[in-house]
């Protein structure tokens, strides 16, 4: 089983907060804990203090600065701590040492032979030897070599790579390394690309993964906080048949899209996990990463949203790979869905369009026949305003599109048999229902609105129906176009229902079930708020 492991620095002299640290990570779950003793080697009665009373089993590590850590002193000194702790009254369950220790010298490896339990030893000794490489720039050039020396080391129990990932590829070794079962393995990438290593280690078998108490407290680039592992990405659900999916995207940090997936998984029972999957903007980058987590069959990965900038990217490396695009996907040139059918076939779809005319739908109780001869004004002519074009104008709606650049407003007017106008002339033209797809009223700029207050009230003075007023903005939920429609008589439709409802429209493409949309609200709704 994988363990989950909190790190701990320890501070000079601070044992109670450690062990405070300590119970507050079994309190989370956590199955063990890493004490940092980097700073505090020279102090063994904090030390003592920490074996004796930890609420957990530990792995005791004392990183030296050549490996990224914080101890200076020697290994000598550092060998001969550890001599005492394992063979002492409170033998912590691991003993961290790093290879490039370990075979500096005959004299370090007797040190280190004689504090832990392995074939040879002749002593009752219970501590386990991690033998650790950590590159902090790159996946080294020999890590193949270092892996084969540790697997051969007879005092060795446990294999622990980390190094520092430059893209998503590089978990795809980790997950390997793990798979190979020389010994149990710790094999984590660190930085922006590696998170995947770090949440999926207990789906390939991984010996242990590390986690931060808090986002303060990491102790490697890239830990995700226990909190986020158990909550965010399904910890205790995660088995070897987990499918993955992720939202692709450069960058991707900011994304609703995990909590509100992990969120869906978690309420239908499915077994699947979703990650941020950051992917330079570059279609080689998209095409051999994609294309290599597709492969991997190991992995089950079976899908993805696609956000700026991949959206093209996904329909030509779709196209290339001989799967199908939605033809109305094509139309748009944007697909932000991928999906590995179950005949392994790939998929490429758009499921904005559909949210769109969904959400709107939706408030006037009408199915997408009834769009048919409805007004449709759309401020902008961007990406999110040819979805929502191309899918009004598929549903038979008159579509005039309004835009501060003129020409774009044309082309994208004539592509979809659309009418442009210029925004000044919006107060002129009938509409019952206006769509912003304008970044205009997006935080932090939220007192701006896109049209005038007197404008709406005008239109809604010379209607009997009720206008609908659509905000693709979903931060903040209620812009000032919403408020001001609804204080002029319309009714309103926050971006939050198109996020929503793009988002079940992948989800029951990749899971076959209704997705919650409930559930999906209230995540996004509360990270919102
Ligand atoms: P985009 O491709 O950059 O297009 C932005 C459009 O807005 C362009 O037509 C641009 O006009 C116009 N625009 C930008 N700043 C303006 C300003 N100050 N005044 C007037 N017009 C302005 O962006 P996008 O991807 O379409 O996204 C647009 C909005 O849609 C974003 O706010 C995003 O939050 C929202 N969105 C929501 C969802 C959802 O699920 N709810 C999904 C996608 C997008 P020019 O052509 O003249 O440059």
Same mark, same amino acid.
């Given at each position: 089983m994988t363990m989950l492991a909190v790190s701990i620095m320890v501070e000079e002299s601070s044992a109670e907060a450690a062990l405070a640290a300590a119970a507050r990570a079994a309190e989370f779950g956590a199955d063990l804990v890493e004490y940092r003793i980097d700073r505090i080697a020279d102090d063994i009665d904090t030390i003592n203090a920490l074996l004796s009373r930890t609420p957990l089993p530990c792995v005791v590590t004392c990183r030296p600065t050549w490996e990224g850590g914080e101890y200076d002193g020697n290994d000598a000194d550092r060998m001969s701590l550890f001599e005492h702790l394992g063979s002492g009254p409170h033998p912590p369950a691991y003993l961290d040492v790093e290879l490039a220790a370990y075979e500096r010298s005959a004299n370090l490896r007797q040190k280190v032979g004689f504090a832990v339990d392995h074939? $040879?030893?002749?002593?009752?000794l219970t501590t386990g030897l991690i033998l650790s490489s950590h590159d902090f $720039? +790159?996946?080294?050039?020999d890590l193949l070599q270092k892996i084969a020396k540790m697997a051969e080391a007879?005092?060795?129990r446990v294999i622990k790579v980390a190094w520092h990932a430059r893209? !998503? +590829?590089d978990n795809l070794e980790a997950f390997e390394l793990i798979e190979?079962?020389?010994?149990p393995t710790i094999a984590l990438c660190m930085g922006q690309f590696g998170l995947p290593s770090r949440v999926l280690a207990k789906k390939f078998g991984g010996l242990l993964t590390f986690a931060a !108490?808090?986002?303060?407290?990491?102790?490697?680039?890239?830990q995700p906080t226990i909190d986020e592992l158990k909550n965010l990405y399904r910890w205790d659900a995660q088995r070897g048949s987990t499918r993955v999916y992720g939202v692709i995207g450069?960058? @991707?940090?900011?994304?609703?899209?995990p909590p509100v997936h992990n969120a869906g998984f978690d309420a239908v029972d499915e077994d699947a996990v979703y990650l941020p999957m950051p992917i330079p903007p570059e279609y080689e980058h998209f095409k051999a990463t994609v294309g290599s987590w597709l492969d991997h069959? /190991? !992995?089950?990965?079976?899908?993805a949203s696609v956000t700026i900038p991949h959206k093209a990217n996904l329909l030509h490396f779709v196209e290339e790979s001989g799967g199908e695009i939605e033809p109305l996907a094509a139309a748009i040139g944007a697909a932000n869905t991928l999906t590995k059918r179950e005949d392994d076939s790939l998929y490429a779809s758009n499921s904005d369009y559909a949210a769109a005319l969904d959400s709107v739908c939706a408030a006037l109780d009408i199915?997408?026949?009834? !769009?048919?001869?409805k007004q449709i004004a759309v401020l902008g002519a961007g990406g999110a305003a040819r979805a929502v074009v191309a899918g009004f104008a598929d549903a038979g709606a008159g579509v005039t599109v309004f835009n501060r650049t003129p020409e774009k407003a044309a082309a994208l007017a004539e592509r979809f048999q659309a009418a442009a106008a210029k925004p000044e002339e919006l107060r002129d033209l009938p509409w019952d229902v206006l769509i912003n797809?304008?970044? @205009? /009223?997006m935080h932090p700029n @939220?007192?701006?609105?896109? @049209?005038?207050k007197s404008d709406i009230e005008h239109r809604k003075s010379q209607t009997t129906n009720q206008p609908v007023v659509f905000d693709?903005?979903?931060?903040?939920?209620?812009t000032r176009l919403l408020r001001d429609a609804k204080a002029a008589g319309c009714l309103t439709v926050p971006g939050t229902e198109m996020f929503v409802r793009q988002a079940a429209t992948q989800f029951e493409l990749w899971t076959g079930k209704v997705a919650p949309l409930e559930v999906f609200r209230s995540v996004l709704e509360s990270r919102l708020t």
């Open positions: 074939p $040879d030893q002749q002593r009752p $720039d +790159r996946r080294p050039k007879r005092a060795c893209s !998503l +590829r190979k079962k020389y010994k !108490l808090d986002a303060q407290s990491a102790t490697a680039p890239g450069w960058p @991707v940090g900011h994304s609703m899209s069959a /190991g !992995l089950h990965f079976r899908g199915e997408r026949e009834g !769009l048919t001869g797809c304008t970044p @205009v /009223g @939220v007192d701006a609105t896109p @049209v005038l693709t903005i979903y931060n903040p939920i209620q």
